[in-house]
């Protein structure tokens, strides 16, 4: 596609449910990143693909998340059992080497 | 591991004046340095990056960065501004290309008419 693909863009869910985030990136963009971007705040790094590969998962808050990527393209967030305080927008970003990222418009995520 | 700093949560200009954002970094190798902006309900884009060339580094809409390695600093620089400048912009830096790219929390750039 033209740009990056980020689905749903707006999610409200129970506390308890888990959820699942889907990026479609620019073909041959072989990064892959998420950001958590809470109310207000900057840039939360969770984790970045190389490929099919994560070779840093530093950021992912606890082991309710989880990420995967296949085809070195699609790649899929999950958060399980959400609380509250995962309510937030989750952004996705393709680059390429020369580092430079394109960023989807985010899935916003509410957590009753 | 590699941090950025930016100075000022919310910056207030009047339109035509010097704008000026500041972003300091923090890295043990040369790093690669980034402004993205992101307007109101917009995705983030790329402003301008560094990446061991020129220390200054013109982008896109008037904006400018100079790499100063003595003081660990990538401000943002814009002579004049313009109401359309009103965003968030954020500071990232990175080591190697398509690693980590860490961001910054953010400046709010508001203009005054």
């Known amino acids: 596609g033209a740009g990056v693909s980020q689905s749903p863009s707006n999610k409200v869910t129970e506390k308890g449910k888990d959820v699942e985030l889907r990026c479609d990136p620019i073909s041959g963009h072989t990064a892959l990143y998420w950001y958590r971007q809470r109310l207000g705040q900057g840039l939360e790094f969770l984790i970045y693909?190389?490929?099919?590969?994560?070779?840093?998962k530093s950021g992912l808050p606890s082991d309710r998340f989880s990420a995967e990527r296949t085809g070195e393209s699609v790649s899929t967030l999950t958060i399980q059992r959400t609380q509250q305080e995962d309510s937030a927008v989750y952004l996705c970003?393709?680059?390429?080497?020369?580092?430079?990222?394109?960023f989807g418009e985010g899935s916003r995520l509410t957590v009753l | 591991a590699q941090s950025v700093t930016q100075l000022g949560s919310h910056v207030s200009v009047s339109e035509g004046a010097l704008v000026l954002l500041r972003c300091n970094y923090s890295?043990?190798?040369?790093?690669?340095l980034f402004w993205y902006v992101q307007y109101p309900n917009q995705g983030l884009q790329l402003l301008l990056k560094?990446?061991?060339?020129?220390?200054l580094v013109k982008g896109i809409n008037g904006f400018e960065a100079e790499f100063k390695k003595s003081e660990t600093s990538f401000h943002l620089t814009k002579p004049s501004a313009h109401m359309s400048d009103a965003a968030e912009y954020f500071c990232?830096?990175?080591?190697?290309?398509?690693?980590?790219?860490?961001f910054g929390s953010g400046t709010r750039l508001s203009i005054r008419p």
């Open positions: 693909f190389q490929g099919n590969s994560a070779p840093d």
């Open positions: 560094y990446t061991s060339a020129a220390t």
């Open positions: 890295s043990s190798v040369p790093p690669y």
């Open positions: 990232a830096v990175s080591v190697l290309s398509a690693s980590k790219i860490i």
């Open positions: 970003a393709g680059g390429r080497s020369t580092g430079e990222l394109f």
